[in-house]
Structures are given as structure tokens and as C-alpha cells.
């Protein structure tokens, strides 16, 4: 499988994605846990069905020393226990986020009242600001076709800067 457009090779494009890159710096640096990022990331692009973001930010939260476990049930979150309360807020915020189209009202009162509950201004912040970037990086994987698989941890980190 080949892209149907190489982001990279077009002058207007690869501006844009170092920029965007750049924009996630501020989230990486954020309060927000690592680990919640990884799992927001994943979850969304689970959904959004993105198989090249599934497959960079598996092997980056794996790289980052998450477990196997984790990694495996965060589709089916709400039946496992492995998740903590926060973690849970994020994810279900990010269906509800990421799944817009799906409910005519958006974001559930019950769902941001347990984000604030366990999230600070900054966390929340961030999460907000997370979800929106890792959806528009997934819509834009979705509609080159970006093949999935040949992601390495770290791949793009010397192009954010």
C-alpha cells in the first residue's frame, strides 16, 4: 500500500505538518500524563479508524514502557480495570469528542463534570487541545491512505523542532 499524497514532499504540506508537530510540543509539555496522552491518542484514532496513528501511538506508549495489557483492552475501556478514574474521564471524553457527528448535543454534562474532577485547568487544557489535534491528524492520514506498520518510536521528533 502506497499513500495516495506524501505530506512530506510538498513544499505547502511539509510546513504545515512541522507546524502542526510543533503545535503537539505544547501538549507534550503539558501537566497532562504521558500516559493519558498515549491512551487519548489511541482511543481516538481507533475510532476515526486511522491505522497509522493506531500504529505510531501504540509502539510510542509500548516505548514508553505501557503495558500489553493496556494497550489491548483500550477499546473495550469500560470493561476493564486497569484504567484509573482520570484515565477513564479522558477517554470518555475523547469518544464523545471524537464522536460529534454522533451526538446531537456533543459532549455530555456527566462526561466534563468527571473530567473536572480529576483533571486541572492545564490537564484540561491540554486534553481539549489533544483530542482536536490527534482528530485532525487522524482525518488527514485517513484521506492520503497513510499505510500502516512501518512506524519506529521516535520517527518524527527531529522534525518538530
Avoid at 499513500?3 to 501537566?31: E, T
Avoid at 451526538?103 to 466534563?112: A, F, L, P, Q, Y
Wanted: aromatic share 6%.
Amino acid at each position: 500500500m502506497v499513500a495516495r499524497f506524501d505530506m512530506l514532499d510538498n513544499d505547502v504540506a511539509a510546513k504545515f505538518s512541522k507546524r502542526f508537530l510543533n503545535a503537539g510540543l505544547v501538549i507534550d509539555d503539558s501537566p497532562l500524563p504521558r500516559s493519558t496522552q498515549e491512551l487519548v491518542k489511541i482511543r481516538a484514532s481507533q475510532i476515526n479508524g486511522c491505522g497509522f496513528c493506531t500504529d505510531m501511538h501504540t509502539k510510542e506508549a509500548a516505548a514508553a514502557g505501557e503495558t500489553s495489557t493496556r494497550l489491548n483492552l483500550i477499546a473495550v475501556w469500560r470493561e476493564a480495570t486497569v484504567f484509573t478514574d482520570a484515565e477513564r474521564a479522558a477517554l470518555a471524553l475523547t469518544e464523545e469528542a471524537t464522536r460529534l457527528a454522533d451526538h446531537h448535543r456533543g459532549v455530555r454534562d456527566e462526561t466534563w463534570a468527571e473530567v473536572r474532577k480529576h483533571h486541572d485547568d492545564d490537564q484540561v487544557g491540554a486534553l481539549i487541545c489533544l483530542i482536536a489535534l490527534i482528530n485532525a491528524a487522524n482525518r488527514i492520514n485517513v484521506i492520503v491512505k497513510t499505510p500502516a506498520g512501518a512506524y519506529e518510536p521516535g520517527m518524527f521528533a527531529q522534525m518538530a523542532n
